[in-house]
């Protein structure tokens, strides 16, 4: 009898410390920091975005700290490299809020990372803000505290589908090839830009998926080469992706009259080193942000960025505005939605920060405004097309908004 | 590439798992002539053979030379490992994790040829490629060194009996093997973009490459790589890219299955 309520009272008490080792209680003691969990990749296939996503929460910390902190309290990152593998970005989430016990936690990069990320915290009641994590299978999970501050990336290409469909028929392109990595950001949004420009007259000439970690890509780039299609649409996670096709391209001498990736050439300098200068004219890339965004925020952060970051290895000199990595941005609007949701709530309570999320409020940030559906996809931006012209990372779609200059078409010869 | 790793393998049961990132730093060697004395890339393999066959005796006399007893294959894989790991980080932190690419005016172009498009970069690697092959052949076929290469090949205890200083072949072997890697890093360097994390994606494709071939056959080694490479190719074009990577280890199932020590491998276990 009296083992039996020892162990009753050890197995309660165990109980308790299993639930409440996750979400907070929200308050931090007088001069406390508050600490912020991240797992990134530093390293692996990830790991230039990764290092992207560093600079971005670092350089929001240093301006929330810059001006007292969140709600006074300094905000420090705990940040662990997670190698660009999903199962070691699980382990650290769980070191991060178990072992660590930190009070919040930010997202990893990438729609791979993101959703078993998410799921783990999840169990801990956490709330996990986010911003590359848009692919449909990260909404899909069912998870209420997942939020993405970024553009859900299903139609990224609807800008572009739309300019393509809407040219005038004499100089609308005939044949478009699809071809993408086998990943669950990039397949979504090529086969939605698919389905988009399929209702019209351009006809598909090449379609296929490539594994996700191939590692050459000369004999696919060969094969659309080959079948001489006016516009490709690659479905791209990186720049070694895009850079190989477009060499493959090169050096079969061929020049699609528009070549859309769906990331890569977003990645300023990153690209350019990585392509040269002379061979980035032309290519499109859809995104929510852009380096010489107007908005009022997103101008501040680029300054602040430029200042602090301007002439290392990731933003070369000159460091300008279009050499800034989206990246950066979309890290730093995760921050600043957090600072937003904390001082709205009063505290660090990750059960009430989730709740106010959710709530429909509309909050602002560097890429625009963010305003969460009951998935948490921030449906409140608008998608961009940016294209390089030049030296210069500029907007072209929607060719109806104030921002946009005319489209570069047909692409450039490649010029080197 | 994959030569260098099974001439280190056949001649000192060293698995030399840092072979990729070796790739990775001959590359940026490359690059860093390139940029910053523009040197060509061609050219640059002057300096960059001889600096890594040093890295490769440095290594060897440092890290290799000291692993003894039964599990020293083993253990190589853990030593060479570190080693790659310390080697990723200092190339990291001195390039950073940006992506790069090896440029040259023959990079990008080509020259047509029965109505065929050919890189130029391809030729001149497979020209590369073919004569530090021949070069590799005559060394071991038609000089001293290479006779003690080729009995410590077969037998190293018999070959230290009949007086080849078995341990300084192993360290010139190592430095060969490494020295290889400049050539197969600057090639690799002009045809894709590379950061120091390329070199996990290299060394699986590589070990794979010299198991097929028969660890320790340097014509398995040249014979696998021809046979992944057209493969992988052919099966991208003809039937779909999903399953480009993977025919090749259907076939590397199949040989290992009929002859499980690769397609020139010897079959007895050797005696170290």
């Known amino acids: 009898?009296?083992?039996?309520?020892?162990?009753?009272?050890?197995?309660?008490?165990?109980?308790?410390?299993?639930?409440?080792?996750?979400?907070?209680?929200?308050?931090?003691?007088?001069?406390?920091?508050?600490?912020?969990?991240?797992?990134?990749?530093?390293?692996?296939?990830?790991?230039?975005?990764?290092?992207?996503?560093?600079?971005g929460y670092e350089l929001w910390a240093d301006s929330v700290n810059a001006s007292g902190g969140l709600l006074g309290h300094k905000v420090v990152l705990d940040i662990v490299s997670d190698a660009s593998s999903p199962t070691q970005v699980v382990t650290n989430y769980q070191d991060l809020i178990s072992v660590k016990h930190v009070n919040l936690t930010f997202g990893p990069f990438?729609?791979?990372?993101?959703?078993?990320?998410?799921?783990?915290?999840?169990?801990?009641?956490?709330?996990?803000?986010?911003?590359?994590?848009?692919?449909?299978?990260?909404?899909?999970?069912?998870?209420k505290n997942v939020f993405d501050v970024t553009l859900p990336v299903s139609y990224d290409l609807a800008p572009f589908a739309h300019w393509l469909t809407t040219l005038p028929a004499s100089v609308r392109p005939k044949t478009i090839a699809y071809v993408t990595s086998n990943d669950p950001f990039t397949e979504p949004v090529v086969q939605i830009a698919q389905k988009l420009i399929g209702k019209s007259d351009i006809k598909t000439v090449y379609n296929k998926v490539f594994p996700a970690e191939a590692t050459d890509y000369t004999a696919i780039a060969d094969a659309v080469a080959a079948a001489k299609p006016q516009v490709v649409v690659l479905g791209s996670v990186d720049v070694p992706t895009v850079s190989a096709f477009m060499q493959a391209f090169e050096q079969a001498h061929f020049t699609p009259k528009a070549f859309v990736a769906t990331a890569g050439p977003d990645q300023g300098q990153a690209f350019i080193s990585a392509v040269g200068k002379g061979n980035a004219d032309g290519m499109m890339v859809p995104n929510s942000w852009y380096g010489?965004?107007?908005?009022?925020?997103?101008?501040?952060?680029?300054?602040?960025?430029?200042?602090?970051?301007?002439?290392?290895?990731?933003?070369?000199?000159?460091?300008?505005?279009?050499?800034?990595?989206?990246?950066?941005?979309?890290?730093?609007?995760?921050?600043?939605?957090?600072?937003?949701?904390?001082k709205a709530t009063g505290g660090f309570d990750n059960a009430k920060i989730i709740a106010y999320l959710h709530s429909g409020v509309t909050l602002t940030s560097v890429q625009g405004s963010v305003k969460f559906n009951n998935l948490g996809e921030n449906l409140a931006q608008t998608a961009y097309t940016f294209q390089w012209q030049g030296s210069k990372f500029v907007e072209v779609n929607p060719t109806t908004d104030k921002g946009a200059v005319p489209v570069l078409f047909p692409k450039p010869a490649w010029s080197s | 590439m994959a030569t260098g790793l099974t001439l280190i393998f056949g001649v000192m049961d060293i698995i030399n798992v840092a072979q990729g990132i070796l790739v990775i730093l001959g590359a940026y060697l490359s690059y860093a002539l390139s940029v910053h004395l523009g040197i060509d890339l061609f050219v640059g393999l002057l300096i960059t053979i001889p600096t890594l066959f040093v890295v490769g005796i440095v290594v060897e006399r440092v890290f290799v030379s000291r692993l003894k007893g039964p599990e020293r294959t083993a253990m190589s894989i853990l030593v060479t490992y570190a080693l790659s790991l310390v080697i990723e980080g200092a190339l990291n932190m001195i390039f950073s994790v940006n992506d790069v690419q090896l440029q040259a005016w023959y990079v990008d172009r080509s020259f047509l040829l029965f109505g065929i498009y050919f890189p130029y970069i391809y030729v001149f690697g497979f020209l590369l490629a073919a004569g530090l092959l021949g070069?590799?052949?005559?060394?071991?076929?038609?000089?001293?060194?290479?006779?003690?290469?080729?009995?410590?090949?077969?037998?190293?205890?018999?070959?230290?009996?009949?007086?080849?200083?078995?341990?300084?072949?192993?360290?010139?072997?190592?430095?060969?093997?490494?020295?290889?890697?400049?050539?197969?890093?600057?090639?690799?360097?002009?045809?894709?973009?590379?950061?120091?994390?390329?070199?996990?994606?290299?060394?699986?494709?590589?070990?794979?490459?010299?198991?097929?071939?028969?660890?320790?056959?340097?014509?398995?080694?040249?014979?696998?790589?021809?046979?992944?490479?057209t493969l992988e190719d052919i099966v991208a074009v003809v039937w779909s890219p999903v399953w480009s990577t993977m025919s090749f280890f259907i076939v590397l199932v199949i040989v290992l299955s009929l002859r499980p020590q690769g397609i020139f491998g010897k079959q007895t276990a050797r005696v170290a």
């Open chain 1, 1 to 55: 009898m009296r083992a039996l309520g020892v162990s009753s009272i050890a197995g309660a008490s165990m109980l308790m410390m299993a639930t409440s080792s996750g979400a907070s209680s929200g308050s931090l003691a007088k001069g406390a920091p508050v600490t912020i969990g991240i797992s990134l990749s530093l390293s692996g296939d990830f790991s230039a975005d990764g290092q992207a996503y560093q600079q």
């Open chain 1, 110 to 143: 990438s729609t791979l990372l993101t959703l078993p990320a998410a799921q783990t915290v999840n169990r801990y009641g956490y709330a996990m803000l986010e911003g590359a994590g848009g692919g449909p299978s990260v909404f899909q999970a069912g998870l």
């Open chain 1, 292 to 342: 010489s965004s107007s908005n009022a925020l997103s101008k501040a952060m680029v300054a602040a960025y430029i200042k602090k970051d301007g002439g290392t290895k990731i933003c070369t000199n000159p460091c300008t505005p279009a050499s800034v990595n989206a990246d950066i941005a979309e890290a730093y609007s995760v921050g600043e939605v957090m600072a937003q949701a904390v």
């Open chain 2, 135 to 229: 070069a590799l052949y005559i060394m071991l076929y038609r000089t001293r060194f290479g006779a003690s290469i080729r009995a410590s090949l077969a037998d190293q205890t018999a070959a230290a009996l009949v007086g080849i200083n078995v341990k300084n072949v192993a360290t010139l072997c190592f430095g060969i093997g490494v020295a290889v890697t400049a050539a197969g890093g600057m090639v690799y360097g002009a045809t894709n973009t590379f950061n120091a994390s390329t070199s996990y994606d290299l060394i699986t494709r590589l070990l794979t490459i010299i198991v097929l071939g028969g660890m320790g056959s340097l014509g398995g080694a040249l014979l696998a790589g021809i046979l992944m490479v």
